[in-house]
């Protein structure tokens, strides 16, 4: 008899792996038992907080509200997301806020000082993150000084070139139509809204067969088509109730002012979370992450250039955090010396770590940023309609994260004693 193994799940039948849907059921609980929950903790989180903020406030679920739960967290769910990269490494980026609203004030000076085309202030920005990752990159892989260190002297270096760059409290106003229709005004018109989202049901269908196909060639264990099946619905349902709430009418007079479909912010982070989870989970790059994190010299002499790795995601980590800085400058109109500040970092850190991904390196998905900044929108957007205090606010969100990382610490201890590790 075959048994199949891997570092992911506990030894099982090959022939019964995968061959049912209950199979692959119990194989998916033996996998959650032993440590392996993904991002279970933050689904049942998203699902426990909603129906709660729900009850007690009937108006959470309102079209309007839902539409501002997408803009709210979308600056935090663009840096995070670049922090997965950093963070997968095992290192940490502390200057990622800052670095938002340094490269949003870069954009703001050019657009409405400078009167550049939006194109070029945009370009500027992102060209900016680059060279704050490459620069943290460079003294963290090639000098030697611990992340933790760099990123703490950049959060209060990017904090004194934020003031230098806005005049140290000049709020610059961002007014350009195509800027502001990032993440202020811009909507996708309800019938692209659809169109858009029976391409994205399709190709994920796509490639869930098209992998199965593949592994089946090889002479591996392939999901059921039941599973994918289930899958491919829960995506099409789940989607499909977001563009139809989102494409309701939600202006108070739609005769003067229609405001219907899906925020254009969404289609920008959907477009880009799926270009980083191909790389992370289709190249050869996106496994060398993977290797690293897990075990740096071990892929030191599998021949994988180490520093190459280090210096590269911190690029892209800061490149993402410029992208948060030109969602943020659209959603505020305006540059101010708070862009990137309060906040914005710690829960950048907290969507990821709560989506599931590790502190501990190796660990993590583009996934897991997504519902990690969901899971902060709705607790900051739930209990800014409840009323509740400022100081309550934080100390409800530093225990969520405190028990992500709680949770995140216990299930790798338990991987490691069941051997999924």
Request: one cysteine or more; hydrophobic letters at 55%.
């Amino acid at each position: 008899m075959t048994v199949v193994t891997s570092a992911a799940q506990p030894p099982v039948e090959a022939g019964e792996e995968r061959a049912s849907l209950p199979a692959y059921a119990r194989n998916y609980v033996a996998r959650v038992r032993g440590g392996d929950i993904g991002a279970l903790p933050a689904v049942l989180g998203l699902i426990v907080l909603c129906v709660g903020f729900g009850i007690a406030k009937p108006v959470f679920f309102s079209a309007i509200n839902f539409a501002n739960l997408f803009t709210q967290g979308a600056q935090v769910t663009a840096i995070a997301m670049g922090l997965i990269f950093v963070l997968l490494l095992g290192e940490i980026d502390l200057s990622a806020g800052f670095a938002s609203g340094v490269c949003a004030a870069v954009l703001a000076v050019l657009v409405t000082n400078q009167h550049q085309p939006w194109y070029v202030a945009v370009l500027a920005a992102l060209v900016t993150g680059a060279v704050i990752g490459t620069l943290i990159g460079l003294l963290v892989a090639k000098v030697g000084i611990p992340s933790f260190v760099v990123t703490l002297a950049g959060f209060l270096a990017f904090q004194g070139l934020l003031l230098v760059l806005v005049k140290n409290g000049t709020n610059i106003a961002v007014t350009d139509p195509v800027i502001k229709a990032i993440d202020f005004d811009g909507l996708v018109p309800p019938v692209v809204g659809w169109v858009l989202l029976v391409v994205a049901v399709v190709g994920f269908a796509g490639v869930q067969l098209m992998r199965r196909r593949k592994r089946a060639a090889r002479g591996l264990a392939a999901e059921p088509l039941s599973v994918i099946a289930l899958r491919v619905g829960a995506l099409a349902v789940i989607a499909g109730a977001a563009v139809y709430v989102l494409n309701l009418e939600r202006s108070r007079n739609a005769i003067v002012n229609s405001v219907r479909g899906v925020p254009l912010v969404v289609l920008i982070l959907g477009v880009i979370a799926v270009a980083l989870t191909f790389v992370l989970s289709r190249t050869a790059y996106g496994r060398h992450i993977y290797a690293v994190g897990g075990n740096r010299e071990a892929a030191r002499r599998a021949g994988i250039n180490v520093d190459r790795i280090r210096i590269s995601v911190f690029v892209i980590g800061s490149t993402m955090a410029a992208i948060g800085g030109v969602i943020a400058a659209s959603r505020a109109n305006s540059v101010d010396p708070n862009t990137g500040g309060s906040t914005v970092l710690l829960y950048a850190v907290g969507a990821a770590v709560i989506g599931g991904t590790s502190l501990f390196g190796g660990k993590g998905r583009v996934l897991d940023a997504v519902l990690g900044g969901a899971l902060m929108a709705v607790i900051e957007n739930g209990m800014g309609l409840m009323g509740v205090s400022s100081g309550i606010k934080y100390l409800f969100t530093g225990g969520v994260l405190l028990i992500a990382a709680g949770v995140d610490a216990l299930s790798r201890r338990r991987a490691a004693a069941t051997g999924l590790r």
